[in-house]
């Protein structure tokens, strides 16, 4: 009998981990620490990047309306927060923080090495900037509570640990706003427009 020879992904994901662990050595060297949400009591982690403060885990206050938890199930709240339509992550950034714009996006970007570099430097920041109980992966994970997913306007949820995005504060028009989209695997970060009732995660920004 024939063998079919097989080729090896090891060490495409050992480039992959390589890299992870080199970008968390360079966030370990980061100003980072936590902040509790007066509203609801939860404990955020942040992390200091360049001149900016971001929050490391997408934001999980319940809106009441237009927010959700992804699939309904609640057991997705710990790691991925909570999914906003647009007009609702507006309002939603706890007090002294807010939502990134085009511009403050861009200034993290930059700061992460450019468009081609910033979404794997993201998701190695979430891997390491960790609070217990919140980020549930030990160690190092080539998943982030940054592939949480999105839900579309029909209510119907996609793509949880494969890729996900963030909303931005600056709309195109009327009926789509902007975001960033982040993919497993990807070094790259992508800018894109999404209708506004579409559901994405938000990262807030410290306010200055």
Not at 25 to 47: E, M, P
């Amino acid at each position: 009998m024939t063998k079919i020879k097989v080729i090896s992904v090891l060490p495409v994901a050992m480039l992959l981990l390589a890299s992870l662990l080199f970008q968390s050595s360079q966030l370990n060297g980061q100003t980072k620490g936590t902040f509790t949400d007066a509203r609801d009591g939860h404990i955020y982690a942040w992390v200091k990047i360049g001149n900016q403060t971001w929050m490391a885990e997408n934001l999980r206050f319940d809106a009441k309306v237009g927010s959700w938890v992804y699939n309904n199930d609640s057991t997705m709240l710990v790691t991925f927060g909570r999914l906003y339509n647009w007009k609702t992550a507006k309002s939603s950034c706890p007090k002294g923080w807010h939502m990134p714009s085009d511009k403050e996006w861009g200034v993290l970007i930059q700061t992460l090495g450019g468009p081609g570099e910033a979404g794997l430097k993201m998701i190695a920041m979430d891997t390491v900037i960790k609070v217990p109980g919140h980020l549930s992966a030990p160690g190092v994970s080539p998943f982030s509570p940054l592939l949480s997913g999105i839900r579309h306007p029909d209510g119907t949820c996609i793509g949880v640990n494969y890729w996900g995005g963030c909303w931005s504060a600056d709309k195109t028009n009327d009926t789509v706003a902007n975001n960033v989209l982040f993919a497993h695997g990807r070094k790259d970060l992508g800018l894109g427009t999404n209708d506004k009732n579409a559901g994405f995660s938000v990262r807030c920004v410290k306010s200055k």
